[in-house]
């Protein structure tokens, strides 16, 4: 096997994995470091990908921010007291046949299909020019970007805000 | 050789047990993340057409912008799940049932 294909195998590994624990798992906490491991796993194909800009984006971003959040979540929503953040299951075995019937049509489909490859991009740095890009022709969807940002920020602030006569 | 369909299944993967999570918990933070499992393959799917299809960055961008707005579903489906806890004190999902007529 190429190098490529051992690292690709491991990252494969380490987010199908994880993403099983995260899905499997008893305890909230769990659950929540597993995530960890499944950003970290699709960061690590970005990078084999030759998506260097969006690997560190995902590694800030998700790890760094939306995973904080996602804790801070677990511990807010459960009383201090309680110490095992049990998460339960309902409805396990319909839902293991509607996800397997899923995966096994998507990987058909995957392989089935004689996609319609390009020249490829080989791998090479991307930073400059997706900066060109977002200040040249994504001018307009990256300020939306922003503005969804602000509202959204705004919005979740407003939502958990006490009020002040209740 | 690691082609297309490698990283395909590995998306497919990611988004059944993105699926199975939505489906089968009752606790509202583990939806979410099953949800952005779910995003997180949508976004591989992306990069590895991009890699792999007609040699430009469209896809990356693409995939950028859904980590925005992962970003800033995560903050306002947490405020909404927190606004829950405080009225019904259970983040179970099957107990929020405000609308019920």
């Known amino acids: 096997m190429s190098p490529e294909a051992v690292i690709f195998y491991v990252f494969a590994a380490i987010t199908v994995a994880a993403a099983a624990v995260v899905v499997l798992a008893r305890s909230l906490i769990y659950s929540a470091f597993a995530l960890l491991f499944a950003f970290f796993g699709v960061a690590g194909l970005y990078e084999l990908l030759g998506a260097d800009f969006l690997a560190a984006t995902q590694l800030l971003i998700y790890v760094g921010g939306i995973l904080v959040l996602l804790l801070f979540g677990v511990m807010l929503t459960h009383k201090l007291y309680d110490l095992d953040l049990r998460s339960e299951v309902t409805q396990f075995l319909p839902g293991l046949f509607v996800c397997a019937g899923t995966f096994g049509l998507l990987a058909l489909t995957a392989v089935k299909t004689r996609w319609a490859t390009g020249p490829g991009r080989p791998p090479a740095a991307t930073t400059a020019d997706i900066g060109r890009l977002f200040m040249g022709s994504y001018l307009l969807p990256f300020e939306a970007a922003s503005v969804l940002l602000l509202v959204a920020l705004m919005g979740a602030a407003m939502i958990v805000r006490r009020k002040r006569d209740a | ?101």
């Open chain 2, 1 to 101: 050789m690691i082609g297309l369909p490698h990283y395909l299944i590995v998306s497919a993967a990611l988004f059944s047990l993105g699926l199975l999570g939505v489906l089968t918990r009752r606790n509202a933070v583990n939806v979410l993340m099953g949800i952005e499992l779910i995003l997180n393959s949508a976004n591989l799917n992306l990069v590895a057409f991009s890699r792999y299809g007609p040699g430009n960055l469209q896809g990356q961008l693409f995939a950028i912008f859904v980590v925005v707005i992962a970003a800033a579903e995560v903050a306002v489906a947490l405020a909404i799940v927190l606004t829950m806890y405080r009225l019904r004190r259970t983040p179970n999902l099957d107990e929020a049932d405000f609308l019920r007529g």
